[in-house]
């Protein structure tokens, strides 16, 4: 099974977790496992940008922050 999880920061000592079942291949042929796949790919993606949506200032680690810094 592939499970999504995330933990959403509320402030202070507060955390929302979230946890989803993605996919499971344990029935899945040989023949299907390509389409299987690529529905659990975008199964991740809808998931992963419907958090964003919800709360859009969790996603630090999307910044670039650990690019270098520029030389003045």
């Given amino acids: ?5 995330t933990g959403l920061y509320l402030g ?3 955390y929302e977790l979230h946890l989803e079942l993605l996919a499971d291949f344990s029935q899945v042929e040989r023949s299907e496992r ?3 796949i690529d ?3 975008q199964s991740y993606v809808d998931r992963l940008a419907h958090y964003c949506c919800y709360a859009p200032y969790n996603w630090f680690n999307f910044f670039d922050f650990w ?3 520029p030389r003045v």
């Avoid at 099974?1 to 999880?5: N, Q």
């Fill in 12 to 14: 202070g000592t507060r």
């Fill in 34 to 36: 390509d389409a299987a």
């Fill in 1 to 5: 099974p592939v499970v999504f999880m």
């Fill in 39 to 41: 529905r659990a790919q």
């Fill in 67 to 69: 690019a270098p810094a």
